[in-house]
């Protein structure tokens, strides 16, 4: 169910010269199906193992340190013996959800500054940037191992502010997970949950408490 976090729009319903900060995974793109499958082939007898360092790898290269490198220690820890890009997809199992992307097209044709806002290590993050088309879509691209800061860290927040000259009350946020959600609202950014992979219905009821129609 949607929950609204944060601040609200003001009584007429709108925010004027409102900013849009969307997170990615769970709103403008998925993972494709298999993705947890063929990772855990991998790992073996050690599945979930292999997994939870996986994850940890991530984690910790969210601010910058080479994810690449993090994962090759990890493959001789579990005795993969086998290239990285065997293991990991070269297109990190992204599937972008083309509706979601036409409905950020339909909201910057209202001549409103949107921008994407979301945790990467610098490999799928160089990829996202590179590949998925996102600078047609996109005013401009938000990636934490960039920014040096990661969500839900007041840091990352105000690293964007720094670098689109906006007052925090003039940014709508919209998010799948809570703790961001949360942590851009302290900051006074009015801030949205989005269910997550909810789609273009999700986003079009979020819109509308602030006065933007698809």
Known sequence: RLRRIGSSP??????EHLELLFDADGVIQASRDGWFQELTAWGGSKADEFLLAIAEADMSCL??????????????????????????????????????????????????????????????????????????IFDEQFYSYELGFAKPEAGYFQAIMDRIN???????FIDDHEGNVAGASELGIHSELFAQ??????????????????
């Not at 005795?79 to 997809?89: F, H, R, S, W």
Request: hydrophobic content about 45%; proline content about 5%.
């Open 166 to 172: 906006v007052p925090p009350h003039r940014v709508l």
């Open 63 to 136: 601010t910058g340190k080479d994810f690449g490198a993090a994962m090759r220690a990890v493959l001789k820890r579990f005795q993969i013996d086998a290239p990285l890009e065997d293991v990991i997809d070269q297109h990190f199992w992204i599937e972008v959800r083309e509706p979601m992307l036409a409905a950020v097209r339909a909201v910057r044709d209202q001549g409103l500054h949107c921008a994407l806002a979301t945790n990467q290590q610098n490999l799928r993050g160089a990829y996202m940037r590179s590949s998925l088309g996102f600078e047609t």
């Open 10 to 15: 003001r009584r007429d319903g709108l925010v």
């Open 197 to 214: 992979d909810g789609g273009v219905p999700v986003l079009t009821a979020i819109l509308a408490r602030y006065g933007i129609r698809l």
